[in-house]
Each structure stands twice: as C-alpha cells, then as structure tokens.
C-alpha cells in the first residue's frame, strides 16, 4: 500500500514556542502558525478575511534547541511535515477529544523567512533547521530572505 503524508505551511507564529518536559526525560516543542486566506463573500461581495490556525510540534533535541532561540510571536516561517492526529479523553468526560497536527519529525522541516525583531540589517541569513535521523540540526542559510509583507497592525494576533 502507498500513501502520502506531507503538509507544508507558511504563515506567522502566534506566540513563541513553548518547550516542555517529559517524564521520559525528553522534550516536546509547540507552535501555533496562522494562515490567512482572502474569499468573496456570495451574499455581499465583499472581501472576507480567514485566519486558519495551525499547531506544530517537534520531539527532536536539536531543533528544539534552533527554535528555543529563534521562534518568537509574530515570525513568518515556513513548516514541512507529517500530519499526525491524536485522541485522549480528559478525567472527567465521556467522549475523546482529538487534535490534528504538524509533526516535525525527522525530514521535517522548519525556515524563518523574515530578520528576527531587532535585526540590525547587516545581512545575517534567516535561520533555516532540518530535522535528521540523529535528531540533530543542519544548519544553512537563506541568501534572500523575503521581507515581510505585513505591518504589526495587520498580523491576526
């Protein structure tokens, strides 16, 4: 049997990463990147704004050391990976609950595409991480990364 996993976003963090602690001894990385999509509304014709929210999660050591120091609100960045849905049931409650994921596994892949806050504009490439079999980052640079097109005011969060 064959398939295809692979999801692929662009968009802007809408807080910073938040690393935690698990009772293994690992780590667990979380994201939220949202996207935005522009529509026509049939009723009015007017132009429609729709921000999608998208949570993003890693458990390799060394990307989560490259986003502990680069994935802060507001950053555009692109994400490659695996979609991942899971189920759990909260104490309590008599029906599960279920969340769909970007999984950052290894071949995932993460690339801010603007300057972090507080560039000085000397030129320093954007900061671009794969994960690896041995969970380690391989880093490289952007040679233009793409400005970013908008102004705090119009970033959805």
Not at 63 to 83: C, F, N, P, Q, W
Request: charged letters at 25%.
């Amino acid at each position: 049997m064959f398939g295809l996993n692979r999801a692929e976003v662009i968009g802007r963090l809408g807080a910073d990463v938040t690393v935690n602690h698990l009772t293994s001894g690992g780590r667990v990385a979380n994201m939220s990147i949202a996207t935005d999509e522009s529509y026509l509304d049939r009723n009015s014709g007017d132009r429609q704004e729709r921000t999608e929210w998208h949570r993003i999660v890693t458990f390799q050591p060394g990307l989560i050391d490259m986003l502990e120091k680069h994935a802060t609100k507001g950053r555009l960045v692109y994400v490659s990976g695996t979609l991942q849905t899971r189920r759990w049931r909260k104490d309590g409650e008599e029906s599960d609950r279920f969340s769909t994921e970007i999984r950052l596994a290894p071949g995932g892949r993460v690339q801010f595409l603007d300057k972090p806050n507080g560039a000085n504009g000397n030129g320093t490439p954007a900061a671009q991480a794969t994960g690896s079999d041995n969970g380690s980052v391989a880093s490289g640079g952007v040679t233009d990364p793409a400005p970013a097109t908008q102004d705090d005011d119009d970033i959805p969060f």
